[in-house]
């Protein structure tokens, strides 16, 4: 598996896509697979010593999610019940989703149902998917330091709205 995780760090869009399809097809373990692309992100996260190129993680994030399309129906149904829902999504402010895309595709895999609200998520969308489906998890994500306040104050709002007590 460690190919994959070397094309992905590597940014071989093709290799990572062919070896993915290839160990799939030769009934090798999906969350094996997925393990694999996942240290790749990890190395590519690493960068190369003081220096990550937002280029390359974004290349690595969408790499990423190709070879998830190849990963997921294998996935679907391994999971013989759901552990459960969980929401998620970008702080308002912020519109990476690389790292919640990663962790949404990590939960599926071992059996979460998973609410994605998406990028740039005011705090009123997270207080009315709470009400909407009860999740016993939420999930804010934010690549940005500026991040930090949108999370405190969706936080706040939550508590404010008296839905923090079962998360």
Do not use: W, Y
């Not at 799939?24 to 190369?48: F, H, N, Q, Y």
């Not at 519109?95 to 990028?119: M, P, S």
């Amino acid at each position: 598996m460690s190919e994959i995780s070397e094309a992905i760090k590597e940014l071989e869009e093709k290799k990572v896509l062919q070896l993915v399809k290839e160990k799939i097809d030769a009934g090798e373990d999906p969350i094996k697979i997925l393990e694999a692309c996942r240290v790749g992100m990890t190395e590519i996260g690493k960068g190369s010593g003081d220096t990550v190129f937002l280029t390359d993680l974004i290349m690595a994030g969408e790499i990423f999610n190709e070879a998830m399309e190849i990963i997921m129906p294998k996935l679907a149904g391994s999971s013989t019940k759901s552990l459960g829902k969980i929401v998620i999504g970008t702080v308002e402010g912020d519109i990476h989703n690389i790292g919640k895309d990663i962790a949404i595709n990590f939960l599926k895999a071992e059996g979460f149902n998973v609410i994605d609200l998406g990028v740039d998520v005011p705090a009123q969308k997270f207080i009315d998917a709470i009400k909407e489906h009860n999740p016993p998890v939420v999930g804010m994500s934010g690549l940005l330091t500026l991040s930090i306040e949108p999370m405190k104050k969706s936080i706040e709002a939550i508590v404010t709205a008296n839905l923090r007590e079962g998360l």
